[in-house]
């Protein structure tokens, strides 16, 4: 009796953390919502980055883009969830995981993560939060040949490089470049088939 009581009260003390930080990341980012892993799986094929590449998650909940980047694609994932009931979980996972020396689980704000170094940027954010804090953000630290990956919403000032859908699900990808001017700007147009990975600022002819 005593056993099920406290199994009882710690079930409503995480119930209540998670509660309270879904509250919290719907104000800042979003709130945790499972994303479909095969139009991620779909899209990180057609990116095809190379094996140790730098992947990370902004809102990484139970981890599983981060363990899909890394079981799948050989990429160093990395992935920064706000809830800790959230990140927990993805700990747990990581104890079984075969690739466990390449991915860092942290617990905390990722907005407090520096981006400028990671190739591939994923989130899953609603449109308010992308648009605006995320995307200065991303203006200020993502590298000009970084990748960023959305989740069902879209960054209304870029152009999507790639966009696949899946029923009501989209996702979408998008290679940044600095203009001389310090503007960034998505470059599609100066893509080919056997370009997309091209890592080499845009010549000043095209800013």
């Known amino acids: 009796m005593i056993l099920q009581t406290v199994l009882l009260l710690l079930l409503v003390i995480l119930s209540i953390v998670f509660i309270v930080f879904q509250i919290r990341a719907s104000r800042s980012f979003a709130p945790w919502v499972p994303s479909s892993l ?11 980055p190379s094996p140790g590449s730098s992947f990370i998650d902004l809102g990484s909940g139970d981890g599983r883009a ?20 959230m990140w927990l979980i993805s700990r747990l996972r990581l104890v079984i995981s075969p690739q466990k ?32 804090s995320l995307l200065t953000k991303i203006r200020q630290e993502a590298v000009p040949s970084s990748w960023i990956i959305s989740y069902n919403f879209s960054f209304t000032d870029l152009t999507p490089a790639i966009e696949l859908r899946d029923k009501w699900r989209t996702i979408r990808a ?14 599609p147009n100066i893509y080919s088939e056997n370009s997309l990975l091209n890592d080499h600022w845009p010549s000043p002819m095209l800013a």
């Open 38 to 48: 095969g139009l991620l799986r779909q899209i990180l094929t057609t990116i095809n």
């Open 66 to 85: 981060v363990f899909l980047a890394a079981e799948k694609f050989n990429l160093s994932a990395t992935g920064v969830e706000l809830s800790p009931v």
């Open 101 to 132: 020396k390449n991915i860092t689980l942290l617990c905390g704000d990722f907005y407090k993560t520096n981006l400028s170094a990671f190739s591939i940027i994923y989130c899953y954010g609603v449109p308010r939060t992308i648009n605006h």
């Open 174 to 187: 998008y290679k940044l470049w600095a203009s001389l001017y310090g503007r960034f700007m998505n470059r």
